[in-house]
């Protein structure tokens, strides 16, 4: 009965809130405005009687209000379209945009005259809607810090580069900051933010207009340099962004000093595998961070067959050290054989130390060597650093005490009582429970501290702060030996005798193979004796390789030799401590 009431149905078009617009159909397409009610002419930003005779796609650009295929109950479904009502050609550009949704329906005879092809047009300011999603495809895209595109987006504008009239290679240059943790953990993490925000200006302005760039990671950014004649190109682009931090950042007044650590791969832009060649840059920025940070490396053939030789390491490393492996009792217990032992990854070899003066054994240090598949025996040089890029480290020095007291449980049933040596990483003495850990695992094997000592490099003892410093005074104090290794090739070699008090200070071998014939070796030698025996510190020479340096190692006044002329580095049965007998002074070997 309402739908035959003309007068209630003008009524409800003019008086209802929500924007209701007649227009013509011509063609299946929605054409000329006939009438618009006042909540149409509000949201449309006109008068009422300036909206009949306009085209309704000229004031809602984009809006495809073609009529679909009838639905059975003869009324037409339309999805929302969102189009712009306003100059801005960037919908997310202009403050005072609005979107507009439409859904359209035919009119049927009964809501009035026939008037050819009508359609009622609903609209709905859904400006709220598209600006949250706006947002969240904002945040898929971009870092919320610094609003550069994000490792999802860096990807796919790899994947997008096409080659240029001007270059056919693409590059990809990926920067890491040096030092920023420093800041970040001193600061805080705002005065760290706003760091990156600085720093991300700075490599925006130092690329080039046509460059996209990212942040990917913490303090880690990429920059795509398409359109490249030749790599020398991205080198440049790669020192310029470098260059940028030569200057100090400024952040709530106060200056930072931090570098940048860069590394370059190219590709012809037909050929971009983008993980691939994101892989590279990194590896390259890594290699970076090895020659000493603050410096560009670019990607070679050569990186890559070193980082399959690193997997093979990486795995060799797993098979002996990982969960699976442990948990089924792969690592040998203090009864178990040398050739067990051997079995695995893991190999230890030994080479003994002695007092000059006497010819007795003062203890044989540990050195661990890794086997692979092939047979091959690698260094600790060679499989340390891939350790502790896989975390591994811990694990493996803990491996390496437990076989190594093993074994001095076997040479203890030999009747020959020797203590062995094992050397530390830096960053495990950093750990406050090392000490604790050492300590059960030396009592858990029936041991005791005062039979084990723990060699580190000099330049790990010299940055050992706080906890670092606090654990090795807890080891010292247990009666664990503890001595700094190549010493002499640090900056405050004296200082660190003084302050961390070391049983025993090794000489380097640097200086002992020149020392018959070098005043100045000869002078330092002297110098590191004398402060260490003002101490109360025993003085090992290391690498020592001939009877004249230790003849004039002994005159120096050093109390015990580590060499091949005193023994080889060999396999604990190789050794033949239970007959081993060295002559006083000499050092020379005496038995069979």
Not at 204 to 220: M, N, Q, S, T, Y
Request: a negative charge; proline letters at 6%; charged letters at 20%.
């Amino acid at each position: 009965m309402l739908a035959h009431d003309p007068s209630l149905l003008r009524a409800v078009f003019d008086e209802s809130p929500i924007a209701l617009l007649r227009c013509g159909v011509r063609d299946g397409v929605a054409g000329v405005i006939r009438e618009a009610n006042p909540a149409a002419a509000a949201l449309l930003g006109h008068p009422v009687d300036a909206l009949p005779g306009q085209a309704l796609a000229a004031l809602l650009p984009g809006l495809d209000l073609t009529v679909p295929a009838c639905a059975p109950d003869g009324v037409g479904r339309w999805p929302y379209a969102q189009v712009v009502a306003g100059p801005a050609a960037d919908p997310g550009a202009g403050t005072g945009d609005r979107w507009v949704a439409a859904a359209v329906s035919p009119l049927s005879a009964a809501a009035g005259p026939p008037d050819g092809d009508v359609v009622l047009v609903v609209l709905h300011d859904v400006t709220e809607h598209r600006l949250a999603e706006l947002r969240l495809d904002r945040e898929a895209r971009c870092d919320p810090l610094t609003g550069l595109i994000n490792r999802t987006e860096l990807l796919r504008a790899l994947a997008a580069v096409e080659p240029g009239t001007d270059g056919p290679l693409v590059a990809v240059v990926f920067l890491d900051l040096d030092g920023f943790k420093l800041v970040n953990d001193t600061r805080g993490h705002q005065v760290g933010d706003a760091l990156l925000v600085a720093v991300a200006r700075r490599i925006r302005a130092a690329i080039r207009p046509r460059d996209a760039l990212a942040r990917i990671g913490g303090d880690e950014f990429v920059a795509i340099c398409p359109r490249l004649a030749a790599p020398a190109e991205a080198r440049a682009i790669a020192e310029r962004v470098r260059a940028t931090l030569d200057q100090p950042v400024t952040v709530e007044g106060r200056a930072h000093r931090i570098s940048m650590s860069v590394g370059i791969a190219t590709a012809k832009a037909e050929a971009v595998d983008p993980a691939d060649l994101l892989r590279q840059a990194d590896m390259a920025m890594y290699r970076a961070k090895d020659a000493g940070r603050n410096t560009v490396r670019v990607h070679s053939a050569e990186m890559d067959a070193e980082l399959v030789a690193a997997q093979r390491v990486r795995e060799a490393l797993l098979a002996t050290l990982g969960p699976e492996r442990r948990r089924l009792g792969g690592a040998p217990d203090a009864t178990g054989s040398a050739s067990q032992q051997d079995a695995d990854g893991l190999v230890l070899h030994y080479q003994p130390i002695v007092e000059i003066a006497s010819g007795r054994l003062a203890y044989v240090e540990a050195l661990a060597r890794l086997r692979l598949p092939d047979g091959s025996l690698l260094y600790p040089s060679q499989f340390l650093p891939v350790a502790n890029r896989a975390g591994l480290t811990g694990t493996l020095s803990e491996e390496v005490l437990l076989r190594a007291l093993a074994q001095r449980a076997r040479w203890c049933d030999e009747g020959v009582d020797v203590p062995v040596g094992l050397n530390l990483a830096p960053g495990q003495v950093a750990s406050a429970s090392f000490a604790g850990d050492a300590l059960r695992m030396i009592g858990e094997a029936g041991d005791e501290p005062r039979h084990v000592v723990f060699e580190m490099g000099e330049f790990g003892l010299l940055e050992a702060t706080g906890p670092a410093q606090l654990t090795l005074r807890r080891l010292r104090a247990s009666g664990i030996g503890l001595a700094i290794d190549h010493f002499g090739t640090g900056y405050s070699s004296l200082g660190a005798l003084r302050f961390l008090g070391p049983h025993r200070v090794k000489i380097d071998r640097s200086f002992v193979a020149s020392i018959p014939g070098s005043h100045a070796d000869r002078a330092i030698v002297t110098a590191a004796v004398s402060a260490a025996h003002a101490l109360g510190q025993r003085v090992v020479a290391e690498g020592v390789e001939t009877a004249e340096q230790l003849a004039v190692l002994a005159e120096l006044g050093c109390d015990e030799a580590q060499g091949f002329l005193i023994a080889q580095v060999l396999p604990a049965p190789q050794l033949g401590l239970r007959t081993a007998r060295w002559a006083p002074g000499t050092l020379t070997r005496l038995d069979p």
